[in-house]
């Protein structure tokens, strides 16, 4: 009997530990994008429903659903493919582009433009003239 479940834990290993940093990943985003939702709608005075959190859970069910169904297919039908990772780098990049719609509406910036003005003045970065660049034409 302990030979069965052995078995069974082998096979779960091998399957979940490599995409397991990849649903971690995933999972600790959508976290990041509920927590600065909910925070831009106590600043905005907005009501936080339970309807709203909702959305989170069924958002974590269904990618962490996909990553599962993905590595199943790469498993089986397209080994040695990395279709897992293109598939987890999608969805991360939604929940970005989420989190940046959110950041957006809060503070007007997108964030990537914020993200840029902090480099700037974090590597003292001297703006560029707009006559050199005229004159170099």
């Known amino acids: 009997m ?17 995409v397991y940093p990849i ?7 959508i976290i990041i994008d509920a927590i600065v939702a909910v925070a831009i709608a106590s600043k905005m005075n907005e009501e936080i429903t339970s309807k ?9 069910l269904v990618f962490e659903s996909v990553i599962i169904a993905t590595r199943i297919i790469e498993m089986t039908i397209l080994p040695g493919s990395n279709m897992t990772v293109i598939v987890a780098t999608l969805l991360l990049m939604y929940e970005f582009f989420s989190l940046s719609e ?3 509406k ?3 910036i997108p964030i990537l433009d ?6 700037i003045k974090k590597l003292d970065v001297p703006k ?3 006559k050199d660049e005229e004159g170099s034409n």
């Open 2 to 18: 302990n030979n069965i479940y052995t078995y069974i834990l082998a096979f779960l290993s091998s399957f979940f530990l490599p």
């Open 23 to 29: 649903m971690l990943s995933v999972f600790v985003m």
């Open 52 to 60: 709203k959190m909702k959305k989170m859970f069924v958002k974590i």
């Open 102 to 104: 959110k950041f957006k």
């Open 106 to 108: 809060y503070t007007g």
């Open 114 to 119: 914020h993200i840029r003005h902090y480099f």
């Open 128 to 130: 560029e003239d707009k």
